[in-house]
T-cell receptor
């Protein structure tokens, strides 16, 4: 069964540094998402992406965050200047259609900001 | 705005007994409802969904959920729990009354099945 893959599985960075989290969604999916989960608790929506542009974003997704689909297969999340509170598990997800299609999640990237 | 509540942080059940994990939701339009399961150090795995039609939906691993519009609930159930069902369970909702496709998750319920 096709999977969403995320790299790296764990990223450690210093406060103020830029990080890029990478994802390869399922190939025929049209919608892409980033979510984050802090300390194994609530899963928080960050952003959704369709047709090469952001379709929706949350209050968390401020100017420090950006997303890109640079080559038709990868989907990246960039954090420009990391803060301690950005430490979390970041999940990429994709879905075929929008409202009634389930999201398929990757195994996540654990980001630790020191 | 759409929201989901999972009132129990943890549910404990003995192996072989039925289990219920509770979920209530709030939307302005009609809800699209989902259940996901998360095992340690893994992403969320889709279990089942309610879009329209029969209020009782069946999903993976013997799980089912019942949509109750009057109570705005979508409780997850299984007739006979297994130790391997122990995991973190998330209910999620989309509101088809708005243009966005954001999926909103509840806070999660940890299911512990004891032998």
């Amino acid at each position: 069964e096709p999977e969403v893959t995320q790299t790296p599985s764990h990223q450690v960075t210093q406060m103020g540094q830029e990080v890029i989290l990478r994802c390869v969604p399922i190939s025929n999916h049209l919608y892409f998402y980033w979510y984050r989960q802090i300390l194994g608790q609530k899963v928080e929506f960050l952003v959704s992406f369709y047709n090469n542009e952001i379709s929706e974003k949350s209050e968390i997704f401020d100017d420090q965050f950006s997303v890109e689909r640079p080559d038709g297969s990868n989907f990246t999340l960039k954090i420009r200047s990391t803060k301690l509170e950005d430490s979390a598990m970041y999940f990429c997800a994709s879905s075929y259609r929008s409202l009634n299609s389930p999201l398929h999640f990757g195994n996540g990237t654990r980001l630790t900001v020191t | 705005a759409q929201s989901v509540a999972q009132p129990e942080d943890q549910v404990n059940v003995a192996e072989g007994n039925p289990l219920t994990v509770k979920c209530t939701y709030s939307v302005s339009g009609n809800p699209y409802l989902f259940w996901y399961v998360q095992y340690p150090n893994r992403g969320l795995q889709f279990l089942l969904k309610y879009i329209t039609g029969d209020n009782l939906v069946k999903g993976s691993y013997g799980f089912e959920a019942e949509f109750n519009k009057s109570q705005t609930s979508f409780h997850l159930k299984k007739p006979s729990a297994l130790v391997s069902d122990s995991a973190l369970y998330f209910c999620a909702v989309r509101d088809n009354g708005n243009a966005g496709n954001m999926l909103t998750f509840g806070g999660g319920t940890r299911l512990m099945v004891k032998p």
